[in-house]
C-alpha cells in the first residue's frame, strides 16, 4: 500500500468530519477502508501478528468515546471501537502504535489486572499506570499519549521503567493522595479513557475472556512473531496455579454438616406437627494447621498464612489448631485470633510428615481439613495414612518439591499466594516480554 494513497483518503475523511458530513453511509463506508488499509499495512513483517489480531474484530464508530480506539467483549468476540474525531488526526503511524497499544493491553490481560486493583486505587492512577507500563515501549505514538516522562513530571513522582502496572499504580496513587499540582489537567483526560471495559458482562469477562483472548491470539500466531508476543503467549497458555487460600475456600464449601435440633423450624417431614423440632445444619470449619519447624517458614509467613485462615472463616463457626513438628510433635495449641499465634519453636531436628497424621487418626479427627506448610524434604513414604477430610501441602522452600510419592491432597507453593510484593497476577513478564519492541527506537 502506498502511504501517499492513504495519507489522501485520511485527509479526505477529516475533511468532511470538520465540514460535518460524517452522519452518513458513505463516511462509515470510506472510514472502514481506511482501517482495513491500515490492518493490511499491519500485516507486513513482525506486525503481522497485530494485523491477523486485529482482523478477527468488529470495527463501530463512536463519536461519544474518550479515546481514539477502545476494545470491548462483546459475546464471543471483540469489538474495536473509533472516535473519528480523534483517530483521523492521526498518521498512520500513530494509527499502528494506537492498535498494536491496545493489542497489548489485551494480551498483557490488563482488563482483569485493572479490575482486581479498582478498589484499591483511583480509577486515574490505574489508567496511567496501564498505558505507561506500554506505551514507554511503542515508538510513533501521538503526542497527547500518556507518556512516562509526562506522568513523573505531572505528578513529581519517580518512575523507572520496566516496572509493572501494579507498581506504577501504586506510585501514580501515593502522588495523587499528596494532591500534586498539576495533576488536575490529567485527571480531566485521562480519567474515563478505557471505560468501556466497565460495561462488559462481568460473568462472560470472569469465565469467557482469557480463552477468548487465547483464541484470536493463536489464529494470529503464525509468520514472524515479535519476541515481545511470544513470550506473552507463552504467559497466556501457561496453566494457572491455584494458591493454598482458594483450595481452602472450596473445601470450605464441601464441609460435612451435621444438623442441631431447632424449635424455630417446623419439622420438613411433619409440618404440621408443631410439637415436634425442626433442624438446622451445624457446621463448624475445622481446620489444623501443621507447621513443619525445621524448615524454611519465617514466623511473618505463619502470621500472614494465619490472616488469610481467619480472613476466609470469618463467617463461620470455627476450631482452629496449630501443630508444630520436626521429627516429632513439639507443640499443639489451639487459636481463636492472630493474637493467639505463638513464635514457633527452634529446633534442629529432621522433619517426618507421619506424626501429624498419626495424631489425627488417633483423635480422629476425620472432618478436619489439614493445611502443611513445609519446605517438602521429608518422607517420601507416610506411614499412616490420612485420615482427616482434605490435605493442603503449601511448600515454603526453594526447591518446591514435595519428597511424599502419593501425596493424599493438593500441592501448592507459598510464594504463589503470599507476594511480599504488589502482586501482577503472573505478568510481570511484561517487562522482559516487550524489551525488544524496543527496537523500533532504532527505525
Not at 34 to 56: A, K, R, V, W
Not at 247 to 273: C, D, F, S, W
Not at 302 to 312: A, D, G, L, Q, T
Request: aromatic share 12%; charged share 30%.
Amino acid at each position: 500500500m502506498e502511504e501517499s494513497k492513504f495519507e489522501t483518503m485520511r485527509k479526505d475523511l477529516y475533511g468532511k468530519m470538520q465540514l460535518g458530513e460524517y452522519n452518513s453511509i458513505n463516511f462509515n463506508n470510506d472510514f472502514f477502508k481506511l482501517i482495513e488499509l491500515c490492518t493490511l499495512s499491519l500485516m507486513n513483517e513482525d506486525d503481522s501478528f497485530f494485523g491477523l489480531f486485529l482482523i478477527q474484530f468488529k470495527r463501530e464508530i463512536d463519536f461519544k468515546l474518550q479515546e481514539a480506539i477502545g476494545t470491548k467483549l462483546s459475546g464471543t468476540y471483540f469489538t474495536m471501537y473509533f472516535n473519528p474525531n480523534i483517530f483521523l488526526e492521526c498518521t498512520l503511524k500513530e494509527m499502528q502504535a494506537l492498535i498494536k497499544h491496545e493489542i497489548y493491553h489485551i494480551m498483557s490481560k490488563h482488563y482483569a489486572r485493572a479490575r482486581v486493583l479498582k478498589n484499591k486505587y483511583s480509577q486515574l492512577a490505574i489508567n496511567l499506570a496501564m498505558d505507561i507500563s506500554v506505551n514507554q515501549y511503542l515508538m510513533y505514538l501521538p503526542a497527547w499519549s500518556v507518556k512516562l516522562e509526562n506522568v513523573r513530571l505531572a505528578y513529581n513522582v519517580e518512575l523507572n521503567e520496566d516496572q509493572t502496572m501494579e507498581q506504577y499504580a501504586s506510585k501514580i496513587q501515593k502522588a495523587l493522595d499528596k494532591r500534586i499540582k498539576n495533576s488536575d489537567e490529567f485527571q480531566k483526560d485521562f480519567s474515563k479513557i478505557h471505560e468501556m471495559w466497565n460495561d462488559m458482562d462481568e460473568n462472560v469477562y470472569i469465565d469467557q475472556m482469557d480463552e477468548i483472548v487465547k483464541k484470536t491470539a493463536t489464529n494470529a500466531y503464525r509468520g514472524k512473531i515479535p519476541e515481545s508476543i511470544d513470550i506473552l503467549m507463552k504467559a497466556l497458555n501457561k496453566a494457572p496455579e491455584i494458591s493454598w487460600r482458594d483450595y481452602l475456600r472450596r473445601m470450605i464449601g464441601t464441609l460435612p454438616a451435621g444438623h442441631r435440633k431447632t424449635v424455630t423450624r417446623k419439622n420438613r417431614r411433619q409440618p404440621e406437627r408443631f410439637d415436634l423440632k425442626g433442624t438446622l445444619s451445624d457446621r463448624i470449619v475445622q481446620i489444623l494447621i501443621a507447621i513443619d519447624i525445621s524448615g524454611s517458614i519465617t514466623d511473618s509467613e505463619i502470621e500472614n498464612s494465619m490472616k488469610e485462615v481467619f480472613s476466609i472463616v470469618k463467617n463461620y463457626p470455627f476450631d482452629i489448631s496449630i501443630i508444630e513438628c520436626d521429627s516429632e510433635i513439639r507443640r499443639i495449641y489451639k487459636v481463636k485470633n492472630i493474637k493467639d499465634i505463638k513464635e514457633k519453636i527452634n529446633t534442629k531436628g529432621g522433619t517426618k510428615f507421619s506424626p501429624v497424621f498419626k495424631y489425627i487418626y488417633e483423635k480422629k479427627l476425620r472432618n478436619y481439613v489439614l493445611i502443611f506448610f513445609t519446605d517438602g524434604l521429608g518422607e517420601k513414604v507416610l506411614k499412616v495414612q490420612p485420615y482427616n477430610y482434605k490435605t493442603i501441602w503449601v511448600l515454603t522452600g526453594r526447591k518446591q518439591n514435595l519428597s511424599v510419592e502419593k501425596e493424599y491432597g493438593v500441592v501448592v507453593k507459598l510464594n504463589n499466594s503470599i507476594d511480599k510484593k504488589e502482586a501482577a497476577n503472573g505478568y510481570d513478564l511484561i517487562r522482559e516480554a516487550m524489551r525488544d519492541v524496543r527496537s523500533e527506537w532504532a527505525k
